[in-house]
């Protein structure tokens, strides 16, 4: 079984508010919360590693996503947790015209 990588279209750059708050969408069956932080998006798998809460719960400080369950600090730029060996799943991310699309990997 071979892996390829696409891009899909998550939304439009309106639906993610500047402030930091995440929206999740469901991509390619995956659950992705896009975050808006200090004019970049970043895409990230819509649970923290420690116990699966979802990240949307989360707020955001200091480029760090902050779980709403255990306060784990997850950073938005490559999902490591600060002190922690658990990371939480990343996606590349790019805006094209007014949409945001994020890029996936499939099994074909």
Do not use: Y
Not at 32 to 38: H, T, Y
Not at 44 to 69: A, Y
């Amino acid at each position: 079984m071979e892996l390829a990588k696409k891009w899909v279209r998550a939304s439009a750059v309106a639906d993610v508010p500047e402030d930091g708050t995440g929206r999740a969408f469901d991509i390619d069956g995956l659950d992705i919360v896009v975050f808006n932080w200090d004019q970049g998006f970043f895409a990230l798998e819509n649970f923290c590693p420690h116990l699966g809460f979802p990240l949307t719960e989360g707020i955001v400080q200091d480029g760090t996503v902050i779980c709403g369950w255990h306060g784990w600090r997850v950073r938005l730029e490559d999902g490591s947790c600060r002190g922690k060996t658990s990371s939480a799943r990343t996606f590349p991310c790019e805006v094209r015209g007014d949409s945001i699309w994020v890029e996936v990997t499939e099994k074909v």
